[in-house]
């Protein structure tokens, strides 16, 4: 077989997915990460130094998508490091705690620091935007209702969804999601696809169906 035909199949075939979380401190975005990558839930709190990083598969169809997963540091003092992270970014989950007033309204803020890395707003445009309103399950300490935080998500053309690390609530659906819509924003003839999210995907690989999905 022609090396290059060999070469164009696998490069269709492949695909690799940049995934970066955004975030307040301690709103539970290693957490996320931790629950879907390795099935698991930590208790304890431990602070992200920096980045964190993990690395997962999905199956879409004939394409393997392999998920490098970025988990950015939400204290200030790590935004020298964050900075180099927003560039050639196709995607964005912002996680929030809806027991923390801050960490909502701190949203604004994420997005404002990523609008000055990104330099423009056409690169802004290409990116898919997620929102995670994360520790659901602790009901009674809970803020920020759902109306509200759908509604901050919904009025900028945003999705919006619930999580719960600790029981695992939402956040597969919210990956698969996201991963489709990545797909299906373009690009998918190269085999670099950058997306910068906030959490990340299935350990295992996994098949995901969407009726919209067209191979190219």
């Given at each position: 077989?022609?090396?290059?035909?060999?070469?164009?199949?696998?490069?269709?075939?492949?695909?690799?997915?940049?995934?970066?979380?955004?975030?307040?401190?301690?709103?539970?975005k290693?957490?996320?990460?931790?629950?879907?990558?390795?099935?698991?839930f930590?208790?304890?709190?431990?602070?992200?130094?920096?980045?964190?990083y993990?690395?997962?598969?999905?199956?879409?169809?004939?394409?393997?998508?392999?998920?490098?997963?970025?988990?950015?540091?939400?204290?200030?003092?790590?935004?020298e490091?964050r900075?180099?992270?927003?560039?050639?970014?196709?995607?964005?989950?912002?996680?929030?705690?809806?027991?923390?007033?801050?960490?909502?309204?701190?949203?604004?803020?994420?997005l404002?620091?990523m609008?000055?890395?990104?330099g423009?707003?056409?690169?802004?445009?290409?990116?898919?935007?997620?929102?995670?309103?994360?520790?659901?399950?602790?009901?009674?300490?809970?803020?920020?209702?759902?109306?509200?935080?759908?509604?901050?998500?919904?009025?900028?053309?945003?999705?919006?969804?619930?999580?719960?690390?600790?029981?695992?609530?939402?956040?597969?659906?919210?990956?698969?999601?996201?991963?489709?819509?990545?797909?299906?924003?373009?690009?998918?003839?190269?085999?670099?696809?950058?997306?910068?999210?906030?959490?990340?995907?299935?350990?295992?690989?996994?098949?995901?169906y969407?009726?919209?999905?067209?191979?190219?």
């Amino acid at each position: 077989m022609d090396t290059n035909v060999q070469k164009r199949r696998e490069n269709k075939k492949s695909l690799r997915i940049k995934v970066i979380s955004l975030g307040n401190a301690e709103v539970g975005k290693s957490c996320i990460i931790k629950r879907y990558c390795e099935k698991r839930f930590v208790p304890k709190y431990l602070a992200t130094i920096g980045i964190d990083y993990g690395v997962t598969k999905v199956q879409v169809r004939d394409r393997e998508i392999k998920v490098n997963i970025f988990d950015m540091a939400g204290h200030p003092f790590f935004y020298e490091v964050r900075n180099e992270f927003y560039k050639d970014s196709q995607g964005v989950i912002l996680v929030y705690d809806v027991g923390l007033r801050e960490s909502f309204d701190a949203l604004d803020s994420w997005l404002t620091e990523m609008k000055q890395e990104m330099g423009s707003q056409a690169n802004m445009e290409s990116i898919i935007f997620v929102v995670c309103a994360n520790k659901v399950d602790l009901t009674k300490r809970r803020v920020v209702d759902e109306s509200e935080g759908r509604l901050w998500a919904e009025s900028r053309g945003f999705q919006y969804f619930e999580t719960s690390a600790q029981s695992g609530e939402g956040i597969s659906e919210m990956f698969q999601v996201s991963v489709v819509k990545v797909i299906l924003k373009g690009n998918t003839n190269s085999i670099i696809t950058h997306i910068l999210i906030i959490v990340l995907l299935e350990p295992t690989v996994c098949t995901l169906y969407d009726q919209r999905f067209v191979d190219t």
